[in-house]
């Protein structure tokens, strides 16, 4: 019989790849039937299924935590909580949401959806998976992720005058009776900061990558 735990992990990954299919599929046909204007729009096309998609992928901190998924949890943390950050700033910026940038970004964030979670769809249903789901999981998907990381830190320059605007016209965020924050500052430090746990992220996936490659070649000499 099926246990919850594999009902329950196997949903969720096929919820995840049937949310971003959609999404990505989206995107590609309104911008070959619209060009360039379908930039424009992206956000109001597919923002609230990527929103849904991202808010659920909190639930793989717990996946990791329980034991449900196989996986470093600091990689996973910091791919999860940069992509919401990210996502609640844009959301709250209506006048950005209209950037090519913002476009750019979701497009790159399905990229690497779609190569995770069929990935961990066939690790349901398969012991060993091939040497072509390793290499697209652990090989294509690193340099892709890179990419999105300069994504994401050009999507957070480019915020920052709307941003500025913003706090320019409501009263500062009050820490203390004396002390005042000051947003944009903060996103200027994040920015290093966002590269620096980018940079942690990838060496522990390549760690993984390591650890996965490995071990299937260990299970192939056996065999």
Known sequence: M??????????????QF????????NTIARFLTFG????????????FVMSLCQLLSILELFHIADGIEKARLLPRFVQVMEKNLLLVMVILLEEFQSKPVVCIQFFLWNIL????????LLLCVMDTPSIAMLWTRYT???PLYVLSV?????????????????????????????THLHLPLILMVYLPVHGLGASVTVWQLLKERQHHVEKWNKKMKRK
Request: charged content about 10%; hydrophobic content about 45%; overall charge negative.
């Open 36 to 47: 360039q204007d379908a930039l424009a729009d992206t956000f109001y096309s597919v923002g």
């Open 2 to 15: 099926l246990s919850f735990r594999f009902a329950y992990i196997f949903s969720y990954n096929l919820f």
């Open 140 to 142: 294509l998907w690193i």
């Open 113 to 120: 959806d779609l190569l995770r979670y069929p990935h961990e």
């Open 18 to 25: 049937c949310g971003h299919t959609w999404i990505l599929a």
């Open 150 to 178: 300069i994504s994401e830190g050009v999507t957070v320059y480019q915020a920052l005058p709307y941003i500025e605007q913003v706090v320019s016209h409501s009263a500062p965020l009050r820490l203390t009776v004396t």
